[in-house]
């Protein structure tokens, strides 16, 4: 299985700019697709897309989201914080038909 | 619009079997996979399973043997079966539509809440 590292929390000042970082235990890229992407949950509330295939901003998200990233290392950056992006954030691989999600990363003020 | 929504029981006992269903609006589940994703209470998401346009189904081996999806194309719906529940089941219980070539969840339903108890 891909195993995805995420940072369990971090610590954000509004109006600044944030990156949440994904790991892969291997690359989850073909040729020049990277099987990667982006959900923001709130409590109480279902996932949301953000950003597919590492850099592709999902239909109404903001553009203060952007994702980078390849083979094995992504990023997800938000700029600038706004307080709706209180969130918890996770990424997720596809390259392999076992999708796995990261554990989260939980945004504070 | 694309539209999911999830619906079973609450509550479960151990060793039962449970039946889940997604029925889906706004789109047919022969053009794009459905799949199911699992949320213990304060944690993760964990994918358990997806069944693809043509029909093909792809599953967590952590959960393989107990689980089963399949659907009902002219109902727009969706069903996860998973038998032998444990209380470690318990959790928030998630549909989603499984883009065909991206692999991503672009819509999710509400969830439901499943809690496993004796």
């Known amino acids: 299985d891909i195993v995805l590292t995420q940072s369990p929390a971090l610590a954000v000042s509004l109006g600044q700019r944030t990156t949440i970082s994904c790991r892969a235990s291997q690359s989850v890229s073909i040729s020049r697709h990277n099987l990667l992407h982006w959900y923001q949950q709130k409590p109480g509330q279902q996932p949301k897309l953000l950003i597919y295939r590492a850099s592709n901003l999902a239909s109404g998200i903001p553009a203060r989201f952007s994702g980078s990233g390849s083979g094995t290392d992504f990023t997800l950056t938000i700029n600038p914080v706004q307080a709706d992006d209180i969130a918890t954030y996770y990424c997720?691989?596809?390259?392999?038909?076992?999708?796995?999600f990261g554990a989260g990363t939980k945004l504070e003020l | 619009q694309v539209q999911l929504e999830e619906s079973g029981p609450g509550l479960m006992q151990p060793s039962e079997t449970l039946s889940l269903t997604c029925t889906v609006s706004g789109f047919s589940p022969t053009s794009n996979g459905v799949g199911w994703v699992r949320q213990p209470l304060g944690k993760g998401l964990v994918w358990m399973g997806t069944i693809w346009a043509g029909g093909s189904t792809n599953y967590n081996s952590a959960v393989q043997s107990r689980l089963s999806i399949n659907r009902d194309t002219a109902k727009s719906q969706v069903f996860l079966k998973m038998n032998s529940l444990q209380p470690e089941d318990t959790g928030t219980y998630y549909c989603?539509?499984?883009?065909?070539?991206?692999?991503?969840?672009?819509?999710w339903g509400q969830g439901v809440m499943v809690t496993v108890s004796s």
């Open positions: 997720q691989q596809s390259r392999e038909s076992l999708n796995t």
């Open positions: 989603g539509r499984h883009v065909n070539y991206g692999g991503y969840f672009d819509y």
